[in-house]
């Protein structure tokens, strides 16, 4: 089992940043993926990011944020992060930590989640 707690959320203005944060822990804590998944209102969840979480070199992005949006791990801290720059008001959703034995954009081939943390981005 893996467990998942996002934190860094906020409100920010068009054009801001944040980073978010994603502690994992958990008996059996090998993904080999973990990534970031958002849900907005009225929509469905999202591919945001993705990193192999033991090599780190291998990167994933969606189209939407290549560019803006960078992810990194910390091993040794079972964290992930999110940096998110020049922020959009189309970038405000739900943020989701998400772990997974093999890669997939899809939110469905994710194992674990964590419990999402909500960002607002004013225009």
């Known amino acids: 089992q893996v467990h998942l707690v996002e934190s860094g959320g906020g409100l920010v203005q068009a054009g801001g940043s944040l980073r978010l944060s994603c502690a994992a822990s958990?008996?059996?804590?090998?993904?080999?993926?973990m990534g970031w998944f958002r849900q907005a209102p009225g929509k469905e969840r999202e591919f945001v990011a993705a990193?192999?979480?033991?090599?780190?070199?291998?990167?994933y992005y969606a189209d939407s944020v290549k560019g803006r949006f960078t992810i990194s791990r910390d091993a040794i801290a079972s964290s992930v992060y999110l940096q998110m720059n020049s922020l959009k008001s189309e970038d405000t959703a739900v943020y989701y930590c998400?772990?997974?034995?093999?890669?997939?954009?899809?939110?469905?081939?994710?194992?674990?989640w964590g419990q999402g943390t909500q960002v607002t981005v004013s225009s």
């Open positions: 990193i192999n979480y033991w090599g780190g070199m291998n990167t």
């Open positions: 998400a772990a997974a034995l093999r890669f997939e954009n899809l939110p469905e081939s994710w194992d674990y």
């Open positions: 958990g008996r059996t804590l090998r993904p080999n993926f």
